[in-house]
């Protein structure tokens, strides 16, 4: 008599059901990174606008940070006039938002605009106050800047300005 090779119906349908299982799993914990990719950039944004008032004070160059379309990056004002791209990592380097994050608004002593590319937010010898609005999915997030370099997180519920 000879032995029987092949699987079960039953044991490809245990095998199907434990690869659908470890799918689902790895389906749920892409979306956790996801949720925890918007906290990281808010938080990361967060701490270099204060490092980017810290060295323009320190350093006696005003120093800039760039919104881009889909992100940010760095400029110093160089000793002819012109802002030059800056680029010291680890922190200040170009970095993405994460594409549930947009700019809304930015308000700052010049009044209230469009967070859009090509505006910048410029560090002095002294700190501009601001508020950088950015739109995720849990609502309005605003960044708010106050003259002594200090920047705090303020969350609007529904995305309605505080």
Known sequence: MHAQRGFTLVELLVVMLIVG??????????????????????KRLQMVLEASAERAEIRGRPLA????????????????????ALEEGPLFTSRRLPAQLQWQALRSEGGVLPAQAGRRLVFGSRAPQFELSLLGPDGLVVLAGDPSGRVRQLVSPQGRPR
Do not use: K
């Open 21 to 42: 299982i470890l799918a689902g799993g790895a389906g749920l914990a892409v979306e956790g990174i996801r949720a925890n990719d918007e906290a990281d950039a808010l």
């Open 65 to 84: 940070v760039e919104l881009l379309a889909d992100g940010y990056r760095f400029a110093e004002l160089g000793t002819d006039g012109r802002w030059r």
